[in-house]
């Protein structure tokens, strides 16, 4: 550790190097892990007046986490019916996304690495699927409900040319919302497929060929060994942004589908429920958690490849 400090210092100088290690301080310990404390700490106490906070009432309890299990007292059913199938549905639709957004990235992520030849055709093509991402998330958001309204430019096109008769519904049947998702989180995929397939020596490839191996057994015996850290990272983050996604399903969600995290949003603002709120947030959290270190486990990743 002394040695990576007297480098780090000597290459970037007194000035930059407390600037830069000061920074990253400053964004770790006061806006990440501060406010979760706090989140965390605030989940195990009761919902209280302002002016009972401190006196005897205020006081541990895991009746928060309690109730997402059990829900309320006189919940005759026994479990919280209703949070839990909420709950199982963000997570499903979740890894349904992730898997959607592999299948679409890995093809295009093989073909950028090792089909297009010349530096430039790779420079504009990833150019011009970085540039939507340009705008605020909530603007594309709304763009796909303008484009997949029942009165907007497909079901308006669809129409024209005769395949469908009247608008059908993509924001209530949650087409909309599967696919908001899938491109708001696409590029999270892309880029550490890309990375990783990049990496890979072409020599490999052509010398699986020269044995007699169909495209398909390259890619299962070759590519995809050597691309399984990239492919689980990009499986990572796209399902952690999906499940803790609030604007995308706010926006394109249709009303039989409620995602998790609404139901956080209302126990912080409608509820204004803070200590259910955080116990509610925390639950999605450490399951995220417990589950990617699970399948981590099972496709036999370090998280120290994922990192890189």
Not at 148 to 164: M, R, S, T, V, W
Request: hydrophobic share 50%; glycine share 6%.
């Amino acid at each position: 550790m002394k040695q990576f400090w007297n480098e780090f210092y000597y290459k970037n100088g007194r000035f930059m190097s407390y600037y830069m290690v000061g920074g990253f301080v400053f964004w770790i310990a006061f806006l990440i892990v501060l406010p979760q404390f706090f989140m965390f700490e605030q989940s195990f106490h009761f919902k209280l007046n302002p002016s009972e906070v401190g006196t005897e009432k205020d006081v541990y309890t895991l009746s928060q986490y309690e109730y997402i299990i059990f829900g309320a007292g006189d919940n005759k059913d026994g479990f919280n019916i209703i949070d839990l199938k909420v709950f199982q549905n963000t997570i499903i639709y979740s890894i349904f996304i992730t898997i959607m957004d592999l299948c679409i990235c890995y093809p295009i992520a093989y073909i950028v690495a090792h089909v297009l030849k010349g530096g430039a055709k790779i420079r504009m093509i990833m150019a011009l699927l970085i540039i939507p991402y340009w705008l605020n998330e909530i603007l594309r958001a709304a763009s796909f409900r303008i484009i997949l309204a029942d009165e907007g430019i497909l079901n308006n096109f669809l129409i024209k040319l005769g395949i469908l008769s009247e608008p059908y519904s993509f924001i209530y049947e949650n087409y909309a919302l599967f696919a908001g998702m899938g491109y708001a989180y696409i590029l999270m995929m892309l880029f550490p497929i890309y990375n990783a397939i990049e990496t890979l020596d072409k020599n490999q490839i052509e010398a699986a060929r020269d044995l007699g191996s169909p495209w398909w057994r390259v890619h299962w015996r070759v590519i995809i060994p050597h691309t399984k850290p990239g492919i689980v990272s990009g499986c990572v983050v796209v399902f952690m942004l999906t499940a803790s996604s609030l604007a995308l399903p706010i926006i394109l969600g249709g009303p039989k589908l409620l995602w998790y995290t609404q139901l956080i949003y209302q126990w912080f603002s409608d509820g204004n429920n803070w200590p259910r709120g955080s116990a509610y947030a925390f639950f999605l959290v450490i399951f995220c958690i417990v589950f990617v270190y699970i399948m981590l486990k099972i496709f036999r990743v370090k998280i120290a490849e994922v990192a890189k």
